[in-house]
């Protein structure tokens, strides 16, 4: 994936930043993952919540960490990061596997 290619999108979920990118080559956006369990949890460590999904996913021998990918992206402080991403069909799967009554309402926006 050329990262040249890709576009800084923010978005808003019931008051939740979330932040994607859009691959133009490929025609798909790649979500932050952090952001989409934050978004899904309202935990206070989006961050240490998604290591331990992770850790549980590799167990249940899930390919969805393996689809994840490192990708820049601007934060709303302006400074760019890597963060875990997945693009729209790895995010539906995550989404799925998030226990929470917000992931219904999330799939329909």
Same mark, same amino acid.
């Given at each position: 994936?050329?990262? +040249?290619?890709?576009?800084? !999108? *923010?978005? @808003?979920?019931?008051?939740? =930043?979330?932040?994607?990118? %859009?691959?133009?080559? #490929?025609?798909?956006?790649?979500? +932050?993952?952090?952001?989409? !369990? *934050?978004? @899904?949890?309202?935990?206070? =460590?989006?961050?240490?919540? %998604?290591?331990?999904? #992770?850790?549980?996913?590799?167990?249940?021998?899930?390919?969805?960490?393996?689809?994840?990918?490192?990708?820049?992206?601007?934060?709303?402080?302006?400074?760019?990061?890597?963060?875990?991403?997945?693009?729209?069909?790895?995010?539906?799967?995550?989404?799925?596997?998030?226990?929470?009554?917000?992931?219904?309402?999330?799939?329909?926006?």
């Amino acid at each position: 994936m050329n990262q +040249s290619k890709l576009e800084t !999108i *923010s978005n @808003l979920f019931e008051g939740k =930043e979330i932040i994607s990118v %859009w691959d133009s080559e #490929k025609e798909d956006y790649y979500f +932050s993952v952090v952001d989409v !369990i *934050s978004a @899904l949890t309202n935990s206070v =460590e989006p961050r240490k919540y %998604w290591s331990v999904l #992770k850790n549980r996913l590799k167990k249940e021998g899930s390919e969805l960490t393996t689809k994840c990918s490192q990708l820049k992206m601007k934060a709303s402080d302006g400074k760019v990061r890597l963060r875990d991403a997945l693009d729209t069909k790895g995010i539906l799967r995550l989404i799925e596997s998030v226990p929470s009554p917000k992931a219904e309402v999330f799939c329909t926006k």
